[in-house]
């Protein structure tokens, strides 16, 4: 099942590396490309993050290691921003112009990848329970790609969103820099609970529920 499973997650991560270098090889014939304005983008390097994060858990699977505290930890903060990513551009931003202009890679980079990353976070057991003192961990990421942002919006003029221009006044900028950090704890919660569910189990036969959960100090969870 483990193999199934690291196969899955290639497949998925070359997937998420195909549509970002087309997204980026695309935009380059149609315009000059600036890679610090492509790549500052927050869905592209959540995806970026997520399809890092997959091809470490296929290998270490591959392999026969274990994941690790840190991989665990890594796993669940990539999960957390990809399904930022796909939550508020269907919600808020799907039919608006601009983005992503290839159509397929759009879909890519919105939809498959945070839907599988919630998918394989919920049904695969190959992770332990995260602690729920370490939910800060999934803040560190925003806040500082937050104040790159807003340095570079300073500095240079460029942002990737309009919401975060300093032209509209720090204050405004801090409310919405608040907004981001309060969406990110709240599905940084979800994702941090639903780590205690196990729908397929036993992707690492040699440890069971008890290894998985001590690792962290928790209680087992009985499962039936």
């Known amino acids: ?12 991560a070359i ?10 090889f695309d935009t380059a014939t149609r315009a000059t490309i600036n890679p610090f304005n492509f790549f500052g983008f927050f869905t592209m390097q959540s995806n970026i993050i997520l399809v ?9 699977s591959l392999s026969g290691g274990r994941q690790s505290r840190s991989s665990m930890l890594a796993r669940g903060c990539a999960t957390t921003y990809i399904v930022i990513t796909g939550v508020v551009y269907n919600v808020l ?13 759009n879909s890519v980079l919105h939809i498959v990848l945070p839907l599988y990353a919630a998918l394989d976070w919920v049904i695969f057991s190959d992770r332990s329970a995260l602690p729920l ?12 790609w937050i104040i ?8 240079d003029g460029w942002v990737p969103y309009p919401f975060l221009d300093p032209a509209q006044g720090y204050g405004v900028v ?5 907004a981001i950090a309060v969406a990110t704890v709240v599905f940084a919660s979800i994702i941090w609970l639903t780590s205690r569910l196990h729908v397929v189990r036993n992707l690492t036969p040699e440890d069971g529920p008890e290894t998985r959960s001590s690792e962290f100090g928790l209680h087992p969870i009985i499962q039936r």
């Open 93 to 105: 931003l799907a039919g608006l112009e601009g983005g992503v202009s290839l159509a397929w890679a």
């Open 52 to 60: 890092v994060v997959l091809l470490v858990a296929a290998v270490v």
């Open 174 to 178: 801090g409310l919405y820099a608040l």
């Open 148 to 155: 790159v942002v807003t340095i570079r919006g300073a500095t």
């Open 133 to 144: 003192n370490k939910i800060w961990v999934a803040l560190v990421y925003p806040i500082v």
């Open 1 to 12: 099942m483990k193999y199934s499973v690291a196969a899955i997650r290639l497949s998925v």
């Open 15 to 24: 997937l998420g590396t195909v549509a970002i270098l087309s997204t980026f």
